[in-house]
Nanobody, 127 residues
């Protein structure tokens, strides 16, 4: 049974940093594409960053240069380093996993591409 558990969320002031983690279990983690998504109040869920099984990354335009996605296949853990946080980054952040449509050279950023989801971790950025 696939399980994804996020941690590392919290409340920070604008300009601060947070590092989110996602612990994965129940499947061959290294074979899957992984992604981070977020959902702000009253909005739909949007892709933030994704990483393929071999470490190729992909970012939404609005976080390029601000967020960094990484993975440690020895620890079955996904990370999202978030720097220079802004109030508009406030959202519930979710990690997701998929092996379907997981191209090593182009990890997907669409919500519909992912099969497995964590419960989310809240990030709140105050001005």
């Amino acid at each position: 049974q696939v399980q994804l558990v996020e941690s590392g969320g919290g409340s920070v002031q604008a300009g601060g940093s947070l590092r989110l983690s996602c612990a994965a279990s129940g499947y061959t983690y290294s074979a899957y594409c992984m992604g981070w998504f977020r959902q702000a109040p009253g909005k739909g869920r949007e892709g933030v960053a994704a990483i393929s099984s071999v470490g190729v990354t992909r970012y939404a335009d609005f976080v390029k240069g601000q967020f960094t996605i990484s993975r440690d296949n020895t620890k079955n853990t996904l990370y999202l380093q978030m720097n220079s946080l802004k109030p508009e980054d406030t959202a519930m952040y979710y990690c997701a996993a998929t092996v379907d449509g997981c191209a090593w050279y182009s990890p997907p950023l669409r919500e519909t591409s992912y099969n497995y989801w964590g419960q989310g971790t809240q990030v709140t950025v105050s001005s």
